[in-house]
Nanobody
Framework: QVQLVESGGGVVQPGGSLRLSCAASGSIFGINAMGWYRQAPGKERDLVAAITSGGRPTYADSVKGRCTISRDNAKNTVYLQINSLKPENTAVYYC??????????WGQGTQITVSS
């Protein structure tokens, strides 16, 4: 089992920035991709960004140019820097890791609210 602990959410004004962190612990061998998803009220959970164990990132089209995902393999931690936040980015952001290409684990979620 892999446990994920997220931090960094909060309330931010439009145009602001936040940095999310997610630390993995437990049986962490074989972790491949690490990433972030978000779920707005009444909507499905969608990919924001993901990064492979080799450091190759993937971004949703809606966040390209405004997000940077990174990971520290030594700390088993993934980060998401989000800039130029918009009210429509308000959602619960979930950390995700994939182990052995098969097992998916989710964090408890961290709320980001973009409001003036």
């Amino acid at each position: 089992q892999v446990q994920l602990v997220e931090s960094g959410g909060g309330v931010v004004q439009p145009g602001g920035s936040l940095r999310l962190s997610c630390a993995a612990s437990g049986s962490i061998f074989g972790i491949n991709a690490m990433g972030w998803y978000r779920q707005a009220p009444g909507k499905e959970r969608d990919l924001v960004a993901a990064i492979t164990s080799g450091g190759r990132p993937t971004y949703a089209d809606s966040v390209k140019g405004r997000c940077t995902i990174s990971r520290d393999n030594a700390k088993n931690t993934v980060y998401l820097q989000i800039n130029s936040l918009k009210p429509e980015n308000t959602a619960v952001y979930y950390c995700n890791v994939v182990q052995y290409g098969t097992f998916w684990y989710w964090g408890q979620g961290t709320q980001i609210t973009v409001s003036s």
